[in-house]
Every structure is written in structure tokens, then in C-alpha cells.
């Protein structure tokens, strides 16, 4: 079984966080890789007018990831999954000799009630969430910890991950870094002109990446 880790995001752009970040799960969890979804959307965010195509995106990713066992992927496009439950039962079906667990930053547990059967996920895959400053106490606070708090293992257990009973959720600290997607747009609003033509094939379904978004995912209600 190959211990994969899971960390979806819009990079746009991918940056030295995501790979630290990355690279401090495999060590903590004992991971053989990791594969960073690239979504093509997501729902809980309207469209920005910000958001580099598709192709850029996953271009920044490959470039981040070089020379590190991290695979980017659009795979949710193969899947033709929008919303990330539904993106991990398939995952799962697809690939029985992996074992794979979510990765996530505490902002996102901050939000976690807010996705599509987001119990169903707890219940199908573990869940490490990386703990960044400032978003530690309110994540806590949510209703999701509420039900949540019960299956969390100690951290000084983490790479028996794949021995818990699901649900099961572990709380990783990282030293936080403060480069951001934001500020990097914000410095160099054209970074996508030096992506776009980098993308080729997908690194784990070797299928060609589009050049352009194919599936605009409009805003939830």
C-alpha cells in the first residue's frame, strides 16, 4: 500500500508554502507522496477575476514540485467531480492499493460545515490539519470540532494513521510561512504568462492538460 497524502487547492499561484507544507506531512505522517489536486474550481468561492486558467495553475504546481515526491494532478476533471466528497469516494475506488489521507489547513477546518458531506469525508479518509497561526482558536470553535473532537488522535501518533478507525483527525504544527497566493498575485498579476505553456500531461492520470478551463464551476446559492 502506498501512503499517499492529499492537498487540494486553487494554486494560483502553487508557491513554497504548499511544498513545505507538503514536505513536513510526508515527515510527519510517513507519507510516500503526495498529490496536490488542482481543482478547476471551487464551489464555495465565486469566480475571480484573479484566477489564472486552469493550464497556469497546474503549471506553477509542476515547477513548485520539482525534485520532490509531489504529484500534481487535475484529476477531478477525469473524475468529473466538483465537490471534494465526491472527489474522494472515487479516488478511493480507483486506486485500492493506496491508502490515502486529506490534508488541510486549519482555515479550512474553519469552513469545514460548509462542504458537501463533510461527515462523509471524515468518514472517508483520515484527516491532518495543519495548524497555522491564527486560525487555530476559531477552527476549534466550529461546529464541525463539535463532532469532530471525539476522533482526534495525538499527534506524537501520526504515522499509525493508517491503522485508525475512521473518523480520525490529527493536528500537525508547522512554523508558518508567510508567503500567500494573494501576495504573490498582488506582486506579479501576470505570473500565469510564464505557466502556461509548462503544462503537458497530468502526473498521475497521463492524461493532456487543457489549455483552457473547461468546466467553470458557477457560484452556490
Same mark, same amino acid.
Given at each position: 500500500m502506498i501512503r499517499t497524502g492529499l492537498l487540494g487547492g486553487s494554486f494560483n499561484p502553487a508557491h513554497r508554502t504548499h511544498r513545505?507544507?507538503?514536505?513536513? $506531512?510526508?515527515? $510527519?505522517? *510517513?507519507?510516500?507522496?503526495v498529490w496536490w489536486l488542482v481543482s478547476p474550481g471551487n464551489p464555495l468561492k465565486r469566480a475571480a477575476r484573479d484566477m489564472a486558467p486552469l493550464a497556469a495553475r497546474y503549471?506553477?504546481?509542476? !515547477? /513548485? $514540485?520539482?525534485? &520532490?515526491?509531489? !504529484?500534481? %494532478?487535475?484529476?477531478?476533471?477525469?473524475?468529473?467531480t466538483r465537490y471534494t466528497v465526491d472527489t474522494l469516494v472515487r479516488i478511493v475506488r480507483r486506486y485500492p492499493h493506496r491508502q490515502f489521507i486529506w490534508l488541510m489547513g486549519s482555515d479550512n477546518l474553519e469552513q469545514f460545515p460548509q462542504w458537501r458531506q +463533510?461527515?462523509?469525508?471524515? !468518514? %472517508? @479518509?483520515?484527516?491532518?490539519? @495543519? @495548524?497555522?497561526?491564527?486560525?487555530?482558536?476559531?477552527?476549534? $470553535?466550529?461546529? &464541525? /470540532? *463539535? +463532532?469532530l473532537r471525539r476522533f482526534v488522535r495525538p499527534a506524537g501518533q501520526a504515522q499509525e494513521w493508517t491503522h485508525w478507525r475512521l473518523p480520525a483527525l490529527v493536528q500537525l504544527r508547522f512554523r508558518p510561512d508567510p508567503v500567500?497566493? %494573494?501576495?504573490?498575485?498582488? %506582486?506579479?498579476? *501576470? +505570473?500565469? &504568462?510564464d505557466y502556461a505553456? /509548462? &503544462?503537458?500531461?497530468? !502526473?498521475?492520470?497521463?492524461?493532456?492538460?487543457? /489549455?483552457?478551463d473547461l468546466c467553470p464551476v458557477p457560484p452556490l446559492p
Open positions: 513545505k507544507i507538503s514536505l513536513a $506531512a510526508m515527515e $510527519a505522517l *510517513g507519507l510516500d507522496e503549471g506553477s504546481a509542476l !515547477r /513548485m $514540485a520539482r525534485r &520532490a515526491p509531489i !504529484r500534481p %494532478t487535475v484529476i477531478e476533471l477525469d473524475l468529473r +463533510w461527515r462523509r469525508i471524515a !468518514r %472517508t @479518509v483520515p484527516i491532518a490539519v @495543519v @495548524v497555522r497561526e491564527g486560525y487555530d482558536r476559531p477552527a476549534r $470553535a466550529v461546529r &464541525a /470540532m *463539535g +463532532w500567500s497566493a %494573494t501576495r504573490l498575485r498582488a %506582486t506579479n498579476p *501576470g +505570473w500565469h &504568462a505553456d /509548462m &503544462a503537458s500531461r497530468d !502526473r498521475v492520470t497521463r492524461r493532456p492538460i487543457p /489549455m483552457e
